[in-house]
C-alpha cells in the first residue's frame, strides 16, 4: 500500500529541495575597479565598471596578480600607519533575488605571492552607482568593517575573509586592498565568494502552518 504525503510534507520537501538541489554554479568575478599606485607618486584607476549577477546558490572567483612592487600611503583614504595601501580591487556583484541571501569569503595567498596588509570588505552601493570609480573612496556605508591584515607566510594559506553575512536583494562591492612589497616577487591573491539561500527557520514553518490552520477552521465554522 503506498502512503501519500500530505499536503505539509511536499511542502517541506520542496523546501529542501529548493535549498539544496539546486546546482553550484561557478564563474570569474569581473575587476570592477582597480585603484593603484604603482610607482608611489600617481594613482592609476582602471576598471570599467561590469556588475556581475550573482545565482544563488552559487560561487564566483576573484582574485589579481601585479608585476611589481604597489607604491603606499597616496592611495586616497589610505591611512599613513601599519605601511599603507598600494591597491584598492573592487568587485560589484548584484543578487536578484528577494530571498534573504548568506555569503560567505575566503582569500588565498600564495608563499611567493609578496602581498602584505590585505585587507577586505564589503558594502552596498545606492540604486545609481554612477559609472565612475568614485565608490573605491568608500563614500557609500559599509556594511562590514575591514577585515584583521593579513600577510603572505612561507606557506600557501586560505583566509576566512567574511564571515557568514545576511544578504537582500541589491548591489554590492567587495572591496580588496593591500601592497606588493618585493621588487623581487610578483604579488597576487585569489578567493571565493559562495552565496546561499538562508533556510527557513523551523518557528516559520510552524506559525504559517498555524495560520492556515486557523484559516481551515474558520471557513469550516462559517
Do not use: C, H
Not at 599613513?80 to 560589484?92: P, V
Amino acid at each position: 500500500m503506498k502512503k501519500r504525503l500530505t499536503l505539509r510534507q511536499l511542502a517541506a520537501v520542496v523546501a529542501v529541495l529548493s535549498l539544496t538541489g539546486i546546482a553550484m554554479e561557478s564563474s570569474a568575478a569581473t575587476l570592477s575597479y582597480s585603484l593603484v599606485n604603482p610607482t608611489g607618486g600617481a594613482n592609476v584607476v582602471n576598471g570599467a565598471g561590469f556588475v556581475n549577477v550573482e545565482s544563488v546558490p552559487g560561487t564566483d572567483n576573484y582574485g589579481n596578480s601585479f608585476v611589481g612592487p604597489t607604491g603606499k600611503n597616496l592611495i586616497i583614504g589610505a591611512p599613513l600607519t601599519g605601511g599603507g595601501f598600494g591597491f584598492y580591487d573592487d568587485y560589484i556583484f548584484q543578487i536578484t533575488s528577494a530571498t534573504v541571501n548568506s555569503l560567505t569569503s575566503t582569500i588565498t595567498l600564495g608563499a611567493t605571492s609578496a602581498i602584505e596588509n590585505l585587507q577586505v570588505r564589503l558594502f552596498a552601493l545606492p540604486a545609481v552607482y554612477g559609472t565612475d570609480a568614485s565608490i573605491i573612496a568608500g563614500n557609500p556605508p559599509a556594511i562590514n568593517a575591514w577585515t584583521t591584515v593579513i600577510n603572505a607566510g612561507p606557506t600557501t594559506i586560505t583566509y576566512s575573509a567574511l564571515p557568514d553575512t545576511t544578504l537582500a536583494a541589491g548591489t554590492y562591492v567587495m572591496q580588496v586592498r593591500g601592497r606588493v612589497k618585493s621588487t623581487a616577487l610578483n604579488g597576487s591573491y585569489s578567493g571565493v565568494m559562495n552565496f546561499a539561500v538562508v533556510p527557513v527557520p523551523a518557528a516559520v514553518w510552524l506559525f504559517g502552518s498555524a495560520l492556515g490552520l486557523m484559516g481551515v477552521l474558520r471557513r469550516r465554522a462559517a
